[in-house]
């Protein structure tokens, strides 16, 4: 499975952007992550298909939401309200079976290429 990522960029903080991922086979779980200059890759969102469950980190709840498309095969991320602490390289991934450790990189087979998001104070 490829996955290709779009959409990020610069926004100021308090602004809103929106990251599109898609997968060219179908998989079970599909998740953002995100790693900023000198940091470990940590765990933005995910969503399992079968029930479109969603689980997301502490720092972006309530100001980022996943969803998906009815083909299961691209998801989203609507970013609000960022902050500037928000400022690192999304990258999507995707396993074919969904993990209770949805959180944890190590879970995911499949990884896109990465996109910028800059948010300014």
């Known amino acids: 499975v490829q996955l290709q990522a779009s959409g990020g960029g610069m926004a100021q903080a308090g602004g809103s952007l929106r990251l599109s991922c898609t997968a060219s086979g179908r998989t079970g779980v599909m998740a953002w992550f995100r790693q900023a200059p000198g940091k470990e890759r940590e765990f933005v969102a995910a969503i399992r298909w079968g029930d479109k469950n969603t689980r997301y980190a502490d720092s972006v709840r309530r100001r980022f939401t996943i969803s998906g498309d009815s083909a299961k095969t691209t998801v989203y991320l609507q970013m609000n309200s960022l902050k500037p602490d928000d400022t690192a390289v999304y990258y999507c991934?995707?396993?074919?079976?969904?993990?209770?450790?949805?959180?944890?990189?190590?879970?995911?087979?499949?990884w896109g290429q990465g996109t910028q998001v800059t948010v300014s104070s």
């Open positions: 991934g995707a396993r074919p079976i969904y993990s209770v450790r949805c959180y944890d990189s190590e879970q995911y087979d499949f």
